[in-house]
């Protein structure tokens, strides 16, 4: 049966996130509940959350998150290992069998940057990476990257070199370089 | 159990009309096919409320079987109106479970002897490398913001404070984000 009036992808999410004012979450519920399609999305919106959760418990992504993700990681159970490298700095690094991920904390003078960009080096010839625009909080002095664990636990020794590079309107201006000094545990 | 055709074509509250009408000789077909098309929207305000999937598992079994009861004994007064009637029952569940007034085995045991009708279906799961390679595909900012959100299941303004942007800029990284993730997974149109 196709519905009349199908709710809007960012209703749902906002539905799903407990977002909507009381009156509204409640007239949403009484469309979902006799609507068979809406239901679907729902289904379908549910799907992929659990998806993504699935996966970053997995260690199946890499990503750039914030201080308050990292403590709703060990909530979640994961056992996660911590590095920290300050600007020209370097770490040696591994993954143990039993770490379900590794946070590396590249701390970096951000105070009034605009946009950060991250280039990373595999090796010492590699191809270059960069990854443009990467959130941060100018305020935390520094970025906190979750690589792969899935990625790194199938790694061999590598190092990898990394510079952040601050983006605005006038140009481009390293800010930091560090070096990690990967080893299989 | 196969589904009917003609149960199919049915409407819910033609459905759980049928039931009533059958009183105390219960129309297995009609129950189960009643029992498979609320389940996911049962299951789905377990999971919105709870967030906990054993917990939306029990709350599907504890409304539905209390719903059939209902319906065969007469009991719900206007059958055309079951979808409302079920979200009603969801509801006032919901808040007896959160009150801890009624725990959830005690919930669950006043059903026990009631014979369940069918399975509810399974939330189907995506194919995780494919999820995984488009989680990747997004850009860095779209994937820290649905990682974020959908993680821990954390409102706009939560995700804002964490990155430093506005709650409005983090709706819109997520709409398209989404957009992109759905069109990557094959199960919709990417968002401009």
Request: charge should be negative; proline fraction near 5%; glycine fraction near 8%.
């Given at each position: 049966?196709?519905?009349?009036?199908?709710?809007?992808?960012?209703?749902?999410?906002a539905?799903?996130l407990?977002?909507?004012?009381?009156?509204?979450?409640?007239?949403?519920?009484?469309?979902?509940?006799?609507?068979?399609?809406?239901?679907?999305?729902?289904?379908?919106?549910?799907?992929?959350?659990?998806?993504?959760?699935?996966?970053?418990?997995?260690?199946?992504?890499?990503?750039?998150?914030?201080?308050?993700?990292?403590?709703?990681?060990?909530?979640?159970?994961?056992?996660?290992?911590?590095?920290?490298?300050?600007?020209?700095?370097?770490?040696?690094?591994?993954?143990?069998?039993?770490?379900?991920?590794?946070?590396?904390?590249?701390?970096?003078?951000?105070?009034?940057?605009?946009?950060?960009?991250?280039?990373?080096?595999?090796?010492?010839?590699?191809?270059?990476?960069?990854?443009?625009?990467?959130?941060?909080?100018?305020?935390?002095?520094?970025?906190v990257?979750?690589?792969?664990?899935?990625?790194?636990?199938?790694?061999?020794?590598?190092?990898m070199?990394?510079?952040?590079?601050?983006?605005?309107?006038?140009?481009?201006?390293?800010?930091?370089?560090?070096t990690?000094?990967?080893?299989?545990? | 159990?196969?589904?009917?055709?003609?149960?199919?074509?049915?409407?819910?509250?033609?459905?759980?009309?049928?039931?009533?009408?059958?009183?105390?000789?219960?129309?297995?077909?009609?129950?189960?096919?009643?029992?498979?098309?609320?389940?996911?929207?049962?299951?789905?305000?377990?999971?919105?409320?709870?967030?906990?999937?054993?917990?939306a598992?029990?709350?599907?079994?504890?409304?539905?079987?209390?719903?059939?009861?209902?319906?065969?004994?007469?009991?719900?007064?206007?059958?055309?109106?079951?979808?409302?009637?079920?979200?009603?029952?969801?509801?006032?569940?919901?808040?007896?479970?959160?009150?801890?007034?009624?725990?959830?085995?005690?919930?669950?045991?006043?059903?026990?002897?009631?014979?369940?009708?069918?399975?509810?279906?399974?939330?189907?799961?995506?194919?995780?490398?494919?999820?995984?390679?488009?989680?990747?595909?997004?850009s860095?900012?779209?994937?820290?913001?649905?990682?974020?959100?959908?993680?821990?299941?954390?409102?706009?303004?939560?995700?804002?404070?964490?990155?430093?942007?506005?709650?409005?800029?983090?709706?819109?990284?997520?709409?398209r984000?989404?957009?992109?993730?759905?069109?990557?997974?094959?199960?919709?149109?990417?968002?401009?």
């Amino acid at each position: 049966m196709t519905c009349r009036s199908p709710v809007a992808l960012d209703a749902l999410v906002a539905y799903w996130l407990g977002e909507l004012p009381q009156e509204r979450e409640a007239a949403l519920e009484e469309h979902l509940f006799g609507c068979t399609q809406c239901t679907g999305q729902l289904e379908e919106l549910a799907a992929l959350a659990t998806g993504v959760r699935a996966t970053v418990l997995d260690g199946k992504v890499s990503m750039v998150v914030s201080e308050p993700f990292v403590d709703a990681m060990k909530d979640a159970g994961l056992s996660v290992r911590e590095y920290q490298v300050e600007p020209g700095g370097s770490v040696n690094c591994t993954i143990g069998t039993n770490d379900d991920g590794v946070i590396s904390r590249i701390r970096a003078p951000l105070a009034g940057v605009q946009r950060l960009d991250v280039v990373r080096m595999l090796g010492a010839s590699g191809p270059e990476e960069r990854l443009t625009d990467v959130p941060f909080d100018a305020d935390s002095g520094g970025l906190v990257i979750v690589p792969s664990a899935a990625w790194l636990k199938a790694m061999p020794a590598f190092t990898m070199r990394m510079r952040l590079i601050a983006v605005n309107d006038a140009g481009e201006k390293q800010l930091a370089e560090y070096t990690f000094n990967h080893s299989p545990s | 159990m196969p589904r009917s055709s003609l149960l199919v074509e049915l409407d819910d509250g033609a459905l759980a009309r049928r039931i009533a009408e059958t009183g105390a000789a219960p129309d297995s077909a009609a129950e189960a096919e009643l029992y498979r098309r609320l389940a996911p929207r049962v299951r789905l305000y377990g999971l919105r409320h709870l967030r906990d999937l054993q917990a939306a598992a029990d709350l599907v079994q504890q409304v539905l079987l209390m719903t059939l009861e209902r319906l065969r004994a007469g009991k719900v007064r206007d059958p055309e109106s079951i979808a409302s009637f079920v979200l009603g029952s969801c509801r006032m569940t919901v808040l007896e479970m959160r009150r801890g007034t009624r725990r959830r085995e005690a919930l669950l045991e006043t059903w026990s002897d009631a014979a369940e009708p069918c399975e509810a279906p399974e939330q189907e799961a995506l194919d995780p490398h494919r999820l995984a390679g488009c989680l990747e595909a997004l850009s860095e900012r779209e994937r820290s913001v649905v990682v974020l959100t959908f993680f821990a299941d954390r409102q706009a303004d939560e995700v804002a404070s964490e990155l430093a942007i506005s709650g409005g800029n983090v709706r819109v990284i997520r709409h398209r984000a989404l957009g992109r993730l759905r069109k990557c997974m094959g199960g919709g149109e990417e968002v401009q």
